[in-house]
Structure formats: C-alpha cells, structure tokens
C-alpha cells in the first residue's frame, strides 16, 4: 500500500531527531544514492552497501560501527509509484547542499526535512526541484521565519502553490504548529503527486547504504 506525506507530520513520525526525506522521480535507487553523495558538503562520500535495515537497526549499525549515530549518513531506500525514496539517519542535518544538482538531466527532486528535536527550533522545510531550478521552497508552518515569506521559487509553479496552500486556510497563527505541519503536506503532497509508504519505512526493513565521510573509525573499546 502506497501512502502520502501527511503521517511525517506525527511527533517523531520516523526516527528521534525528525526526517529527512528526498524522493526523486527519474532515477533509480542507484543514480539517486550516487547524486545525494556528491551533495553532501566537504569532501565526496562513498555509499556503502550495508544490506536490509529497519530503522533501528540501521541506527544500531551506525552507533555500532562508527561509535556515534552522527558521525556519519545512513540512507534506507524504496519505491513508491513513480517516485524513488531515500531516507536519512545520523548525520544528515546540515550536511546537504541544495538538491538542484541532484535534479539535472530532467529529474524531479523533492526534499521534506524537519529537524524535529532543534531547539532554535527549524520549522520543516519543503523544496522541489526539476532539472536543475528550484520550481518551490517554502517552511511548513508558512510563519514568515528561516528566510522564507511565502512560497519561492520559479514564478509560475510558486504562485499557483502559494494559492492552493491560501485556499487550505494558511498561513495560519493561531493554529497549533503541528496542525500547520500536517494541512501544508497534504496540499504539497496533491499537487506534486507524492508517494510515500508508511509501512514500508516505519516497520519495514529496506535496502540501506552508509555515506561514509572516509574519516578513520573510532577504535573499539
């Protein structure tokens, strides 16, 4: 069964310390682990394959082997629909550039972030990409904070999701946050024709990869 977006606005919908979701429709789960690599900032990353992960087990895997959940990227990988999914463990906050590169050659890219557990704190983050231009951007409480007024982006595609996300009633001040969080996903999620499987990725285990940062391991105790 293939689901939508909404259920990532639940409180810690995938792992401690919020989501990081890019679903690529255009690439295979290859092409896709190969681009997210060379995004990463600083040096490249080598994708490890590292077998079949639920959540936990992968962060096991990553505490285990790199002595901190942080000290490196795990991705576990799916597909739904037309769109081909990476999701991100460990390190991953910060540590992207934006995704326009990975969106070249005519890929769609969409990136859903929320960096759940910050205490500034970062509201969640939308952007689409196609073919390397940013077509829209904006923060999911639509709150005016973290740069953004609004919906950004290419004018055309920008102006008619400002509009469907004004007709869904935001933004929205006097709503809870989360309720914010949950309405903006589900107009996102209609007009670009998302997929995501809950099941799959909250108790399913998934191919998985390590972007190793090529740093010496910790030595075991």
């Known amino acids: 069964m293939t689901d939508g977006t909404i259920w990532l606005a639940?409180?810690?919908?995938?792992?401690f310390g919020g989501y990081h979701v890019v679903l690529a429709r255009g690439l295979t789960q290859d092409e896709l682990v190969c681009r997210l690599a060379k995004a990463v900032y600083g040096s490249v990353r080598v994708a490890v394959a590292v077998g079949d992960?639920?959540?936990?087990s992968l962060v096991q895997l990553l505490e285990d082997t790199y002595g901190?959940?942080?000290?490196?990227?795990?991705?576990r990988l799916g597909r739904a629909g037309d769109w081909t999914y990476?999701?991100?463990?460990?390190?991953?906050?910060?540590?992207f550039r934006p995704l326009?590169?990975?969106?070249?050659?005519?890929?769609?890219?969409?990136?859903?972030?929320?960096?759940e557990e910050n205490g500034k704190p970062v509201p969640p983050q939308f952007a689409y990409f196609r073919d390397g231009s940013l077509l829209s951007a904006c923060n999911l409480h639509l709150?005016?904070?973290w740069g953004y007024?609004?919906?950004e982006g290419e004018?055309?595609?920008?102006?008619?999701?400002?509009d469907l996300l004004t007709s869904a009633g935001l933004p929205d001040h006097e709503r809870d946050d989360r309720e914010v969080h949950r309405i903006a996903l589900g107009v996102i999620e209609r007009f670009f024709g998302l997929s995501l499987p809950k099941d799959a990725i909250v108790h399913g285990a998934l191919p998985a990869v390590v972007l190793e940062s090529g740093f010496p391991k910790p030595a075991r105790a």
């Open 143 to 145: 709150d005016g904070s």
């Open 10 to 15: 639940e409180p810690r919908s995938i792992a």
């Open 53 to 56: 992960h639920t959540t936990d």
């Open 68 to 75: 901190d959940l942080y000290a490196e990227i795990g991705l």
């Open 100 to 115: 326009a590169e990975v969106s070249r050659d005519g890929a769609d890219i969409c990136l859903l972030e929320y960096e």
């Open 149 to 151: 007024e609004g919906v």
């Open 86 to 95: 990476a999701v991100a463990y460990g390190g991953w906050q910060g540590e």
């Open 155 to 162: 004018p055309a595609t920008a102006v008619r999701l400002q």
